[in-house]
């Protein structure tokens, strides 16, 4: 059984920069893909990046903004959110997939306001 906790949500002004971070408890190997998703009101659940062996996905909307980043040995994936515009304001959760299965986080909010 995994277990994710997030943290490092709040509010951020436009332009500033945020850091998210999700740690995983259990069972984590370095072939598990560790991402963030996020889901913005009345809109559905969306990638927002994801890790895998050292390879990034990231979605057109955050490449170049957006930062994935993966700390095996603590079994912590973060997401660096440079530049961000009140578009990112949403809830973000953290995502592991192994070969146990597919596993959430609680989920974070982010909000990007002046």
């Known amino acids: 059984q995994v277990q994710l906790v997030e943290s490092g949500g709040g509010l951020v002004q436009p332009g500033g920069s945020l850091r998210l971070s999700c740690v995983a408890s259990?069972?984590?190997?370095?072939?598990?893909?560790m991402g963030w998703y996020r889901q913005a009101p009345g809109k559905q659940r969306e990638l927002v990046a994801t890790?895998?062996?050292?390879?990034?996905i990231y979605a057109d909307s955050v490449k170049g903004r957006f930062t994935i980043s993966r700390d095996s040995a603590k079994n912590t994936v973060f997401l660096q959110m440079n530049r961000p515009t009140p578009e990112d304001t949403a809830v973000y959760y953290c995502r592991v997939v192994t070969s146990a299965g597919v596993y959430w986080g609680q989920g974070t909010q982010v909000t990007v306001s002046s």
């Open positions: 259990g069972s984590i190997f370095s072939s598990a893909s």
């Open positions: 890790i895998v062996e050292g390879t990034a």
